[in-house]
C-alpha cells in the first residue's frame, strides 16, 4: 500500500509539474480572451461601459453582469488572475470529466479508462480554449451540474445553474424548448428569474438609466461583430459548412439548408425523447444531443466550441463495445480523425481541406447518429442502454 501511494503522489507531482511547464512556455503567452475578461471587469468597477469599438477584434462581447463575475479576478495583479484563472479551468475540466462519467446510467468501462479516452480525442480543443482563456469550460460545468440537478428533480437549483450560464453565452437556451416538453415550468421561472436579475446587477455600477444604455451596447456589439466574422477561417458551424461547400453562386441557398436540417435534428430529437421511456436516466442521452447542438448552429461555432461534445464522448466511449462490429470501429475511426485533426498529423494540404471546409460538423453528426442508434436499440434482443 505504502509503495501504491507513494507512486501515486509521484504521479500527481509529476502531472502538476508538466501542467506549470504548459503553462509557463505556452500558455501564459496567450490568454487573450481572458484579458478581454479582466478589462471588462475592471471598467464595469469603475461605471465605464465594457463595449468599446476602438478594442476592435478583441472588444467585449458578453453581458454587463458576467463583467461583474470578472472583476472578481481584478482583486489580483493581471498575471496572477491569469494564473489562477489557468488553475480553474484545469480543476473544473478535471471536475466536468469525473461527473460526466458518474452520471451515466451504467458503467460499462472503467472511469480511468473512459477519461483518458475522452482527453485525447477532445484534446486539441481544451488545448485552444485553456490557451485562450475562454469561458466555455465554465460553462459546461454548469451545464453538468444542470443535469445533476435535473435528474434529482432539484428545478430551483437547476433553473439557477441555467440563468447563470446564459448570462455568459446563450448557448443554453436550446434546452428551452426541451425543459418545457419535459414540463419543468419550476426550473424555466427560476432560470428566467435569475437572468432578469443579473441582467438589473450592473445598476449597482452604473444606474438604472445607464444599465439601460450598457445593455443597448451589448445588443448592438453582438449584432456587429457577429456578421463580421461569419466568414472567418476559424469558424466551424453549420453557417460555414454550408456557405463553404455550396459553389459560389449558390451560397444564398446557405439559410434554407440550415432550416432543413434544424428540422430533422428537431425530429431526430424529438424521437429520441419519446422513445426513452422505460431506459434508465434517459436525460443523460438527451443532454447529450442537445449539448452537440450548441457548436453547430451556434452563428459562431469555433473549432474549440466542439468542446461541448464531451458528455456525449464520455457516454459513447462507455457503451462503444455495445454497438455492432462494423459501427464499433466506424466510432473509433470518427474518434481518431477528431482527435488527428492535427496539422502535425494530418500534413499541412489534409488539414487546410479539413478546417476549411469545416468537416468537423460531419464528425459531429455521425456522433449525433450513433446517440440516435443507441437510443433505437433498447428494446431488441441486443440493447445498447440500460432498461
Sequence with gaps: MGSRKARKIFFIILISLFLLLIYIFWVRKEMTDFGVFYQGGQRILEGETVYRISD??????????????????????????????YLSELFLLYLILNMSYEILPLKLKKKRVVIIFALLILAKFYAREIELGQVNILIIFTLVLLLKAFLRRNDVWGGLLWGFSLLFKPYALVFLPYFILKKRFKLVVSGVTVAILGLLLPVIFYGFKSNLIVLKEWRSTLSRSTSSLLDIYGNASFYAFFSRILPEQKTELTLPFIIIVFIFLGLLFWRIMFSGKGLKRPEVLEFSFLIIMIPLFSPLGWYYNYLYSILTVVLLLNIIDKFPLVLKYGLIANFVVIGGSLMEIMGREAFHFYTGYSIVVINCLIIVFYLFFARERKHDSSPILPD
Design 56 to 85: 476592435g477584434h478583441l472588444q467585449y462581447k458578453y453581458s454587463p453582469p458576467s463583467a461583474i463575475f470578472f472583476s472578481l479576478f481584478t482583486l489580483f495583479p493581471y498575471e496572477v488572475a491569469k494564473f489562477i484563472w
